[in-house]
Nanobody, 120 residues
Framework: QVQLQESGPGLVKPSQTLSLTCTVSGGSITTSYYYWSWIRQPPGKGLEWVGAIAYDGSTFVSPSLKSHTSISRDTSKNQFSLQLSSVTPEDTAVYYC????????????WGQGTQVTVFS
């Protein structure tokens, strides 16, 4: 059973960088051919795919967020991370880390989610 757990600050000030980490257990983030994604849900809105890192380390980011988003991993800790720079209140959301099963953007395991609020 794969388990994912998000960690990071719940409050971030505008223009700062948001950093979130997902710790994975029950499976390796280097196992072919899985993708590991970040998804967010702003208050009152639907789910938004942010980006992903593949089993081989290649990364994919939503075009609308690409200019200030990066995804990385630490294979020694079986973790992957999200960094959003220059955040604004529009980045306020519940952030989920997920494993994609069949293909990218097809999550089969979810973390519980972590609330991130951007406010001054």
């Amino acid at each position: 059973q794969v388990q994912l757990q998000e960690s990071g600050p719940g409050l971030v000030k505008p223009s700062q960088t948001l950093s979130l980490t997902c710790t994975v257990s029950g499976g390796s983030i280097t196992t072919s051919y899985y993708y590991w994604s970040w998804i967010r849900q702003p208050p009152g809105k639907g789910l938004e795919w942010v980006g992903a890192i593949a089993y081989d380390g290649s990364t994919f980011v939503s075009p609308s967020l690409k200019s200030h988003t990066s995804i990385s991993r630490d294979t020694s800790k079986n973790q992957f991370s999200l960094q959003l720079s220059s955040v604004t209140p529009e980045d306020t959301a519940v952030y989920y880390c997920v494993r994609d099963g069949i293909a990218i953007k097809t999550p089969d395991y979810w973390g519980q989610g972590t609330q991130v609020t951007v406010f001054s």
